[in-house]
């Protein structure tokens, strides 16, 4: 029978860590331990996860930071401290069902091929109420190019690849830890994970995640998406700027792999994202020499990956007019 660890992070979370707590007590397959590391909280977070320790009967083990890490590398530390056969990275804010661990324990030893699994969610409000599905669609567009949640087959077969909706096998850590920066955990896994086993999701879902405007993803303070309204066209080309670093070191890290399908294809898709918005970025930088790329991009389709294809075009332009006075 295969050992579970959960990888639980902390920081500042005494508003939600309880009911998180508490539905891992409620677990029908209870973990063999819950490792905690805890990213210099101030608040009760400490106490509350002290607690709770003294209450269930498995191993947890809690781990104060003694300077704050970040969640990417305090999540690195957190899993690499976990002796279990499988994984679960847990956030401190949301709710896991009754059969999350079982259910997903059971798909790795059906599977034995497979080294990543992820489960399917609801999505609730900070007072625990259910939110709309509406977020699912921007998970699949709002970041274009800095992982393979977002190459169009994968997004279909894996929608929405969160941390905190996936295990991993021991073995398969091993081979992919420890990360590089930028890279936060979870998208490491899931862009690099293929080159050494097969993932598999279940469309089950098994917990409900939590979005709140102190989230630490993107999407968490991103307020506008929880009111239904689709902001991609308006954040794509930022999400471009910010992720250069990252596109940057992803062509390093599959330079490294061998070669396969996988490698080819997300190559591809690179390439061409990279196409696409590096030309966004000077319409808007360099509107009085390169206006006509917009028209270029409106033309061959380019914008027509976006859900809003015609206000991406008018977006791009108005800033690139803006850019103009903004110089002068």
Known sequence: MSRISI???TYNGEKFLREQLESFSAQT?????????????????????????KTVPFRVEIVRNPQ???????????????????IFPSDQDDVWLPEKLE???????????????????????????????????LFKIYHPVDSSYFLADWADEHPDCAGCMSALRRSVMEKLFPFPK????????????PFCTKLKTLRVPLMRFRRHTTNASALGK?????NGRNVYYLTSVGQFRYHTPLREDLRKQFANQPDCEYKTRYLRYLDA?????????????????HFWLAFWELLRGGYCQHQQPIRSFLFDVKEGLLNIFKKH
């Open 7 to 9: 990888a639980l992070c």
């Open 29 to 53: 397959r209870l973990p063999d331990e819950v490792m905690v590391g805890d990213d210099c909280s101030t608040d009760r977070t400490v106490g509350i996860l002290e607690e709770w320790a």
């Open 68 to 86: 704050n890490l970040g969640y990417e590398k305090n999540f690195e530390q957190t899993m690499l401290r976990c002796t279990g056969d499988v």
């Open 103 to 137: 259910t997903m324990v059971r798909a790795f030893d059906e599977n034995p091929d497979v080294g990543v699994v992820y489960c399917g969610r609801t999505l609730i409000d900070q007072d625990g109420n259910p939110l709309s599905e509406r977020v699912t669609e």
């Open 182 to 193: 930028p890279w936060a955990h979870d998208t490491w896994v899931f862009t690099m994970a």
């Open 222 to 226: 991103e307020p506008d998406w929880a």
């Open 273 to 289: 994202q990279e196409r696409h918005f590096g030309r966004r970025v000077k319409v808007q930088d360099h509107f009085m020499t």
